[in-house]
């Protein structure tokens, strides 16, 4: 008596090469290099970034974080995120690469929130009147991650696939 079988796959194929794909996919969040020089024509925006995020003693610019700082505090709703995108993964809603984009979206929004939103520690008074911040109150009141805008409109997010 002859036996056949026959094979029906449901999806466990997709969620094998998804699965393999997520071992070494990563989403990189930030200004990324090559993101060209600041507008004033000085250093490279990734230069200006790690000032600010880090600080120049040297310079007299305190370490304003921006994106660690962020990445510390969304850290648990990033977790429950990548668990909800891996469930969408594992049934077939999402993929790795789709699933990367909307975390690293997320996490592109959340810094810019963090930069529109930083006050402290403000400016030195001789740069905010340098960038022309406005008075409120008779108080000078200006962003410190903010003059030209070109900082926060540099955050992106690069899904890499190795």
């Known amino acids: 008596m002859a036996v056949k079988v026959k094979?029906?796959?449901?999806?466990?194929?997709r969620i094998k090469r998804e699965m393999?794909?997520?071992?070494?996919?990563?989403?990189?969040?930030?200004?990324?290099?090559?993101s060209g020089k600041?507008?004033?024509?000085?250093?490279?925006?990734?230069?200006?970034?790690?000032?600010?995020?880090?600080?120049?003693?040297?310079?007299?610019?305190?370490?304003r974080s921006?994106?660690?700082s962020t990445a510390d505090e969304q850290r648990?709703?990033?977790?429950?995120?990548?668990?909800?995108?891996?469930?969408?993964i594992k049934t077939g809603s999402s993929t790795v690469r789709q699933s990367l984009d909307t975390m690293g979206q997320k996490m592109q929004?959340?810094?810019?929130?963090?930069?529109?939103?930083?006050?402290?520690?403000?400016?030195a008074l001789s740069t905010q009147k340098q960038k022309g911040a406005k008075?409120?109150?008779?108080v000078l009141i200006d962003n410190p991650l903010v003059d030209t805008g070109?900082?926060?409109?540099?955050?992106?997010?690069?899904?890499e696939m190795t």
């Not at 094979?7 to 194929?13: C, P, T």
């Not at 709703?77 to 969408?88: G, I, L, P, V």
């Not at 959340?110 to 403000?122: D, F, G, M, W």
Request: aromatic share 6%.
């Open 38 to 63: 600041h507008q004033d024509g000085g250093a490279d925006l990734v230069t200006v970034a790690a000032v600010n995020e880090f600080g120049s003693p040297k310079r007299h610019i305190p370490e």
């Open 76 to 88: 648990e709703y990033m977790f429950t995120m990548s668990a909800r995108e891996f469930d969408k």
């Open 20 to 34: 393999a794909l997520a071992q070494s996919a990563h989403v990189a969040v930030g200004i990324l290099g090559g």
């Open 66 to 68: 921006f994106i660690r």
């Open 7 to 13: 094979e029906i796959d449901r999806g466990w194929d």
């Open 135 to 138: 008075v409120g109150k008779g």
């Open 150 to 159: 070109q900082l926060k409109q540099s955050i992106r997010h690069k899904i």
């Open 109 to 123: 929004d959340k810094i810019v929130e963090k930069i529109n939103t930083l006050r402290s520690p403000p400016n």
